[in-house]
T-cell receptor, first 109, second 113 residues
């Protein structure tokens, strides 16, 4: 069966520090992968999607970047975090009904 | 993708059927209706989707009107664990469409004991 793993579950980082969130998928090959963000009290916003290794599309201009170094690995990064980067980050795998990871709650202080 | 309209919140008594409406009057002929829910502090969970015909699975039923301009998600016997935000989404992809799903604000369903 297919599973999606996302870590860490929670993270507190100071302003200006780097960020790296990792997402991996098991049980499938060449998946479409997505990063979403949910700010406090707001809806889910699509940040990045990837249809294959090294292929990244960005939905909104921002302080973040994404990479896909392996088929089933999707990484969200930032060189210098801003306060506005705080939120709930979700990785998803697109298939017959999207499957979401358990999320990372990032607080930038 | 077409836009959807949902009531911001609804209450339902435990054990009763919860009927969540969604309007998608600008839906195109090749667009699917998806339903997801998000329990607090968790990732969204896929519930069901359909194109034209009504659909049923172990979680819920989806009723789509004949003109496809609206749909209703039915949770037949709501429990307290069904309290969540429910999202109705329209997408032209039946599977993992490359450019992702667009989530609106959804309906906050509260199941009352």
């Amino acid at each position: 069966s297919q599973t999606i793993h996302q870590w860490p579950a929670t993270l507190v980082q100071p302003v200006g520090s780097p960020l790296s969130l990792e997402c991996t998928v098991e049980g499938t090959s060449n998946p479409n992968l997505y990063w979403y963000r949910q700010a406090a009290g707001r809806g889910l916003q699509l940040l990045f999607y990837s249809v294959g290794i090294g292929q990244i599309s960005s939905e909104v201009p921002q302080n973040l970047s994404a990479s896909r170094p392996q088929d089933r690995q999707f990484i969200l990064s930032s060189k210098k975090l801003l306060l506005s980067d705080s939120g709930f980050y979700l990785c998803a795998w697109g298939s017959y009904g999207y499957t979401f990871g358990s999320g990372t709650r990032l607080t930038v202080v | 993708d077409a836009k959807t309209t949902q009531p911001p919140s609804m209450d339902c008594a435990e054990g009763r059927a919860a009927n969540l409406p969604c309007n998608h009057s600008t839906i195109s002929g090749n667009e699917y209706v998806y339903w997801y829910r998000q329990i607090h502090s968790q990732g969204p969970q896929y519930i069901i989707h359909g194109l034209k015909n009504n659909e049923t699975n172990e979680m819920a039923s989806l009723i789509i009107t004949e003109d496809r301009k609206s749909s209703t998600l039915i949770l037949p016997h709501a429990t307290l664990r069904d309290t969540a935000v429910y999202y109705c989404i329209v997408s032209r992809y039946s599977g993992g469409g490359a450019d992702g799903l667009t989530f609106g604000k959804g309906t906050h369903l509260i199941i009352q004991p």
